[in-house]
């Protein structure tokens, strides 16, 4: 049976509603191809029955699940770059200034995935800082261990690099080996990668100057979200830079944040005293 | 916004056209190089074009290079999108004047990540 | 650098012998990288199967030719049946209602020089990577790598195939130290 219209809203609205993404009438083929795997593991037949058992007895995780699904290989180098863009132009000047010249900043990525966001963070800090290397380190940590691997080798295929890296970039920090492309040995000696469950205590790390935690909240309920952002903070020093996905804010959620705007992007910073 | 898709694959063509027509452009073809000039040269200047490498006639870096030698063609945002992937290759489109490159095989996404690089993205894009 | 197949100019040999194919590229990197071609172009969850099948007797090629450190080329083949499929596919959502038979052929000869650029780009040095033909491939001869694949169970090859002894083996020497690795 092919997905109903039913079906396809509700999964529309779900998806609209945790992401922020629009999925167009016309991608039920789309939801259909995503969502099979997941249906065949919890033992339905299709896709339909799958998305109405789960419309009609609400589960967290199955929802997690679908639009991890139907958003995850949104993993792109500059997708989104205003976050990038903000660290160059206004946070690194600020933490630099305020550091002493042996201090060495601390830079997290909370949630690495493949590697794009750290490997991303390195480059921008390789273009614009002298001896960036010993300026910096970053941390990369992911939930899963395949990631972490995946991470710590900086391999990427050609269908990775052609999503959103600048080909000046690409040809200035990446090798080919083989049939992929290998992040240059400085950048990825900036980069340590490690696994971490944000929705549990956090492993001994830090102080972060600043720290990536983009598109993790929106995949938890609200008492865990505080938990994370309580945890972050511990971790951050006091003049410390969060950055939330474009669809998230700590607003409503931990009030013990500033949101400022950087550019044409927001931050969040500890507020003092909370 | 204005584009130019230059590939001697009409199949391709169509493929590249497409996705940019889904993005809000009006796009116009050509079937090499040549051809490609011969458009700008008729009054249509397109904010992008889309250009392959190996054509027969004249060869995408020629054309780069042609575009980038006139001055009233300053504006042009040039995008290779072809299947030349070594990293030398890529080096040698960007120093003929290429803005951007797309390795053939590419998905829809990459084109619009790269557009949106570029800053020639229509500011709402839906999935 | 770690890249197995990197080029560094020094594996090449003095002699004048060639290298095989079959020391250059290996039948798993041609698969991925045919596999990456069907996965973008044809759709996301389009499967190429290292299985033999045997091709029906109206098989089609298409190729291109490669011509530099190493000269060859890089032939794509499945039945008629199976390149109509193909080409519908690529197209997806811009097909005609009716394609004709130049649609299938352009489409064919477009996945040759995909898969074939890709495979040029890993081979050692410089290479010229020649326009798509298609028809009935040239006979490989025994410098070949023949990848044999099932797509939606249905059987196609992708053969790499030197063409050493041919006029056109040993030009483009020039190019040897250009890519700036």
Not at chain 1, 26 to 37: H, I, T
Not at chain 1, 138 to 146: G, K, M, P, Q, V
Not at chain 2, 59 to 77: C, H, I, K, M
Not at chain 3, 121 to 129: F, R
Request: proline share 6%.
């Amino acid at each position: 049976m092919t997905l109903t219209t039913t079906s396809f809203d509700w999964v529309r609205a779900l998806v609209h509603k945790e992401s922020a993404i629009v999925l167009q009438p016309g991608k039920e083929y789309l939801v259909e191809a995503r969502l099979l795997p997941i249906a065949r593991e919890k033992g339905m037949p299709d896709v339909t029955q799958f998305v109405e058992s789960v419309r009609t007895r609400p589960d967290a995780d199955c929802n997690r699940r679908i639009v991890e699904a139907l958003t995850t290989n949104e993993t792109s180098w500059f997708r989104d770059g205003d976050p990038f863009t903000a660290l160059t132009s206004t946070v690194m000047p600020s933490l630099l200034a305020a550091r002493g010249p042996n201090e060495r900043l601390q830079i997290w990525s909370a949630a690495c995935s493949s590697g794009q966001e750290p490997y991303t963070i390195a480059m921008l800090l390789e273009d614009a800082l002298p001896n960036a290397a010993t300026r910096v380190s970053i941390t990369a940590t992911d939930l899963s261990r395949e990631m972490v691997t995946r991470t710590r080798a900086g391999r990427f295929s050609q269908l990775e690099v052609n999503r959103g890296l600048p080909a000046p970039m690409l040809v200035r920090h990446f090798v080919r080996a083989g049939n992929e492309w290998e992040v240059a040995p400085a950048l990825r000696r900036m980069v340590t990668a490690s696994e971490c469950n944000l929705a549990a205590p956090l492993p001994r790390m830090g102080p972060f100057d600043v720290v990536y935690l983009r598109n993790v909240l929106i995949y938890f309920d609200l008492p865990t979200k505080q938990a994370i952002l309580r945890r972050v903070r511990d971790l951050m020093r006091p003049d410390g830079w969060l950055f939330l996905g474009a669809a998230e804010t700590t607003l409503g959620v931990d009030d013990s944040w500033e949101r400022v705007v950087v550019g044409r992007s927001s931050a969040y910073r500890p507020l003092k005293g909370k | 916004m204005r584009a130019l898709v230059i590939d001697d694959s009409k199949v391709m063509r169509r493929i590249v056209a497409g996705i940019l027509e889904g993005l809000g452009y009006e796009v116009q073809q050509a079937g090499h190089g040549r051809e490609g000039l011969d458009v700008l040269e008729g009054g249509y200047v397109p904010d992008l074009v889309c250009v392959d490498w190996n054509m027969p006639v004249m060869d995408g870096l020629q054309f780069v290079s042609a575009v980038r030698s006139n001055p009233a063609w300053r504006q042009v945002t040039i995008m290779m999108v072809t299947s030349e992937s070594e990293h030398g290759q890529i080096v040698r489109a960007l120093a003929a004047g290429a803005h951007e490159y797309v390795i053939k095989p590419f998905t829809a996404d990459a084109i619009r990540d790269k557009l949106a690089l570029l800053g020639l993205l229509p500011e709402e894009v839906v999935l | 650098m770690t890249g197995s197949v990197t080029d560094t100019g020094d594996r090449r040999r003095t002699s004048d012998a060639p290298l095989l194919i079959t020391e250059l590229i290996d039948e798993e990197t041609v698969q991925s990288i045919a596999q990456e071609a069907w996965s973008a172009l044809i759709g996301d969850d389009e499967f190429l199967v290292p299985l033999p099948g045997g091709l029906p007797d109206d098989a089609v090629s298409s190729w291109v030719e490669i011509v530099g450190a190493w000269s060859g080329s890089v032939v794509l083949t499945c039945g008629r049946s199976t390149a109509e499929q193909l080409a519908r596919c690529l197209l997806a959502e811009h097909a005609p209602p009716v394609l004709d038979a130049e649609d299938v052929q352009d489409a064919l000869g477009e996945l040759a020089n995909v898969v074939g650029g890709n495979v040029k780009a890993v081979l050692p040095g410089h290479s010229v990577l020649g326009l798509p033909e298609v028809g009935s491939a040239p006979e490989p001869g025994p410098d070949a790598l023949r990848v044999d694949l099932l797509w939606r169970g249905q059987s196609l090859t992708i053969t790499a195939q030197g063409s050493a002894g041919a006029p056109t083996a040993r030009t483009n020497n020039q190019y040897e130290n250009e890519v700036p690795l």
